[in-house]
């Protein structure tokens, strides 16, 4: 089963450039935003995860651009699970622009498990683990 989740974000005016595009840091919030809705719809968003006296930060991002958005684009966010058996969370994201359906950017990210100390767990926890069983995502 794929476990997946679209987002729509208009592009603010303080998010673009002197060039009036979208200043490419920002490709990596709109990642962010896509794992936030992803965890509100799919009961993994971060609060639930600190719940179980974990922390999951990112270790890994990237991102392709590939076409620019402007000031009132909007956006869609489409954020991917990706299964691994690993200790780790990967998503895969594809973000598009609405009116033409044109992709604009694409890219991953990874994010490790720790403890609230910050040592790193290698095999995942036990929520998680129960978390992909019950989302058919093993």
């Known amino acids: 089963m794929t476990l997946t989740d679209r987002k ?6 303080s ?3 002197s060039m009036r595009i979208v200043w ?17 719809k799919y009961s993994l968003g971060y609060l639930e995860v600190y719940r179980h006296n974990v922390m999951i930060p990112i270790v890994k991002v ?3 651009y590939k076409k620019p958005l402007v ?11 990706i299964p691994t058996d690993a200790a780790k969370i990967v998503f895969e994201y ?3 622009r609405k009116h033409d359906g ?14 609230p ?5 290698l095999t995942s926890p036990e929520f998680f683990t129960g978390w992909k069983r019950k989302w058919g995502a093993e």
Request: charged residues 25%.
């Open 8 to 13: 729509e974000i208009t592009v603010r005016f």
């Open 15 to 17: 998010e673009v450039d």
């Open 24 to 40: 490419h840091g920002n490709y990596i919030k709109y990642f962010e935003d896509g794992r936030e809705s992803f965890g509100l």
């Open 62 to 64: 990237n991102c392709d």
């Open 71 to 81: 000031y009132g684009d909007v956006l869609v966010v489409e954020t991917t699970f």
């Open 94 to 96: 594809t973000i598009t």
């Open 102 to 115: 044109e992709v604009v950017a694409s890219g991953s990210s990874t994010q490790v498990f720790l403890t």
């Open 117 to 121: 100390e910050g040592e790193l767990l």
